[in-house]
């Protein structure tokens, strides 16, 4: 009986060191979020709010508690450092919440499509918005479907490797 004991405590122990580890083997980064976890969420606010300088700093609050929230809904129990950022899906820029529902880990790693190229579509269409280009909703809308589409549609290019780097 001692012996049955001390393999099921070694078992649970070697587990628990060993599934950090292996947590992120077989597991892909996404490069879209789950529209389950993740359907995007907005403040109630107009292009006139958004478009004020520094508006999106003023309205940011995401604590690290919300953070580890958000890495556990997508199954990433040990996220490594400088590999993700919890992005907004709707950027802050276009009215975006804080919201649990508007958030979702995205690699900066995946290519082509990461966390740096929306950041060039989220400043992009934040321009276009300000400039009355494109209607608020519509932006909001087209990121939150499919960024990936919506930097195809908004940044005017075909993306390859070469014009990434």
Same mark, same amino acid.
């Given at each position: 009986?001692?012996?049955? /004991?001390?393999?099921?405590?070694?078992?649970?122990?070697?587990?628990?060191? $060993? $599934?950090? #580890?292996?947590?992120?083997? %077989?597991?892909?980064?996404? &490069?879209?979020?789950?529209?389950?976890?993740?359907?995007?969420?907005?403040?109630?606010?107009?292009?006139?709010?958004?478009? #004020?300088? %520094?508006?999106?700093?003023? &309205?940011?609050?995401?604590?690290?508690?919300? @953070?580890? *929230? #958000?890495?556990?809904?997508?199954?990433?129990?040990?996220?490594? +450092?400088?590999?993700?950022?919890?992005?907004?899906?709707? +950027? $802050? /820029?276009?009215? /975006?919440? =804080?919201?649990? @529902?508007?958030?979702?880990?995205?690699?900066?790693?995946?290519?082509?499509? =990461?966390?740096?190229?929306?950041?060039?579509? !989220?400043?992009?269409?934040? *321009?276009?918005?300000?400039? /009355?280009?494109?209607?608020? *909703? !519509?932006?909001?809308?087209?990121?939150?479907?499919?960024?990936? !589409?919506?930097?195809?549609?908004?940044? %005017?290019?075909? $993306?390859?490797?070469?014009?990434?780097?």
């Amino acid at each position: 009986m001692k012996r049955r /004991g001390f393999a099921v405590f070694y078992l649970t122990l070697c587990l628990g060191l $060993l $599934l950090p #580890v292996f947590s992120s083997f %077989g597991f892909e980064d996404p &490069v879209l979020p789950d529209p389950r976890l993740t359907p995007g969420d907005t403040f109630d606010v107009t292009k006139e709010d958004i478009c #004020v300088p %520094g508006y999106a700093k003023r &309205v940011r609050d995401v604590p690290p508690a919300l @953070k580890r *929230k #958000v890495y556990l809904r997508y199954g990433i129990l040990n996220p490594e +450092p400088h590999h993700y950022e919890i992005d907004h899906l709707i +950027p $802050l /820029g276009l009215g /975006g919440s =804080n919201s649990i @529902k508007n958030l979702w880990p995205q690699s900066y790693w995946t290519s082509p499509w =990461n966390a740096y190229l929306k950041d060039k579509l !989220e400043y992009k269409l934040h *321009k276009l918005v300000c400039l /009355g280009i494109v209607d608020l *909703k !519509e932006a909001q809308q087209a990121i939150a479907t499919n960024w990936i !589409e919506a930097y195809k549609k908004y940044m %005017g290019k075909k $993306l390859d490797r070469d014009s990434i780097h």
